[in-house]
Nanobody, 121 residues
Framework: QVQLVESGGGLVQAGDSLRLSCAASGGTFTSYAMAWFRRAPGKEREFVAAVNWSGRNTYYADSVKGRFTISRDTAKSTMYLQMDMLKPEDTAVYSC??????????????WGQGTQVTVSS
């Protein structure tokens, strides 16, 4: 059973940067692909970014491409989401997910509780 704990959310202004972390435990870190999703108020959960088990392959939603960077540190069993040039529309609860297979839908096996990101204009 994999446990995921997010951290790093907060309130920032448009144009600022923020880095989210997702610490994993309870499994072999390199056995899992990992991803970030977000849910804005009144909207469906949406895919943000994903990274394969090795960190070599990454995928992004068009809305964040060029602004967000996903990465993972095997030694720390932690995944990151560096978010630059934040916009008010990036405001959402961000959740990390893990699965043995990398998929671009939200059907991932393991989920964290989420961390709030609020971007003011």
């Amino acid at each position: 059973q994999v446990q995921l704990v997010e951290s790093g959310g907060g309130l920032v202004q448009a144009g600022d940067s923020l880095r989210l972390s997702c610490a994993a435990s309870g499994g072999t870190f390199t056995s899992y692909a990992m991803a970030w999703f977000r849910r804005a108020p009144g909207k469906e959960r949406e895919f943000v970014a994903a990274v394969n088990w090795s960190g070599r392959n990454t995928y992004y939603a068009d809305s964040v491409k060029g602004r967000f960077t996903i990465s993972r540190d095997t030694a720390k069993s932690t995944m990151y989401l560096q978010m630059d040039m934040l916009k008010p529309e990036d405001t959402a609860v961000y959740s990390c997910a893990a699965d043995r297979q990398l998929i671009l839908t939200d059907a991932w096996d393991y989920w964290g509780q989420g961390t709030q990101v609020t971007v003011s204009s």
